[in-house]
């Protein structure tokens, strides 16, 4: 599984450097490429990328979200899980400004929460995390997806085991966020 941090939050630095991939790895990506540029629907490319991605990294859910009311929200487009029930679903609105979400809009870097229990003890407001631990999920990654140079949205993975992300990861999630882009 992942390097993960013991942090509670670690939003990776923009700067770091991007893994050499594995074969297996660069194979995928390719495989996305191919797949995207088809011009399938979203919510297809979606559940394509969770069954591709679950063989070459951690990956119990994936979501997809985007901006909406010039900026201040966010709006789950798309969700995708290995088990049920869902109590974090599609249609699930929450605001941007002042949330855990604003910095990764800001930074244009991914975020990763390896201890989503220890996040919530620390961030108790927050219903997304009290949703995604009623779930099972323990570690989160959220990246965002920019066209045009403009964030539209995040892509989340998120899996049941604890530490599941570190940099590898999180570079492999950014590669699929900027496929997703296209």
């Given at each position: 599984m992942g390097e993960g941090s013991s942090?509670?939050?670690?939003?990776?630095?923009?700067?770091?450097?991007?893994?050499?991939?594995t074969t297996k790895e660069i194979e995928?990506?390719?495989?996305?490429n191919r797949r995207i540029a088809s011009g399938e629907t979203l919510g297809s490319i979606?559940?394509?990328l969770f069954d591709?991605?679950?063989?070459i990294m951690p990956c119990d859910r994936i979501g997809v979200g985007f901006i909406e009311e010039?900026?201040?929200?966010?709006?789950?487009?798309?969700?995708?899980?290995?088990?049920?029930?869902?109590?974090?679903?599609?249609?699930?609105?929450?605001?941007?400004?002042?949330s855990s979400l604003a910095p990764i809009f800001e930074s244009g870097r991914?975020?990763?929460?390896?201890?989503?229990?220890?996040?919530?003890?620390?961030?108790?407001?927050s219903e997304s995390t009290r949703l995604l631990l009623k779930e099972g999920?323990?570690?989160?990654?959220?990246?965002?997806?920019?066209?045009?140079?403009?964030?539209?949205?995040?892509?989340?993975?998120?899996?049941r085991e604890p530490n599941a992300y570190g940099e590898r990861e999180a570079a492999l999630h950014m590669?699929?966020?900027e496929r997703l882009s296209q």
């Amino acid at each position: 599984m992942g390097e993960g941090s013991s942090e509670i939050i670690s939003y990776v630095p923009g700067s770091f450097q991007t893994p050499s991939f594995t074969t297996k790895e660069i194979e995928a990506l390719e495989h996305i490429n191919r797949r995207i540029a088809s011009g399938e629907t979203l919510g297809s490319i979606v559940d394509f990328l969770f069954d591709e991605m679950r063989s070459i990294m951690p990956c119990d859910r994936i979501g997809v979200g985007f901006i909406e009311e010039a900026g201040s929200r966010l709006s789950l487009y798309y969700v995708r899980a290995a088990y049920e029930p869902l109590h974090l679903d599609h249609g699930y609105v929450a605001d941007i400004r002042g949330s855990s979400l604003a910095p990764i809009f800001e930074s244009g870097r991914p975020r990763v929460i390896n201890d989503l229990a220890r996040y919530f003890d620390d961030h108790p407001g927050s219903e997304s995390t009290r949703l995604l631990l009623k779930e099972g999920v323990r570690s989160s990654m959220t990246c965002p997806l920019e066209v045009d140079g403009r964030r539209v949205g995040l892509l989340f993975r998120r899996s049941r085991e604890p530490n599941a992300y570190g940099e590898r990861e999180a570079a492999l999630h950014m590669a699929v966020a900027e496929r997703l882009s296209q």
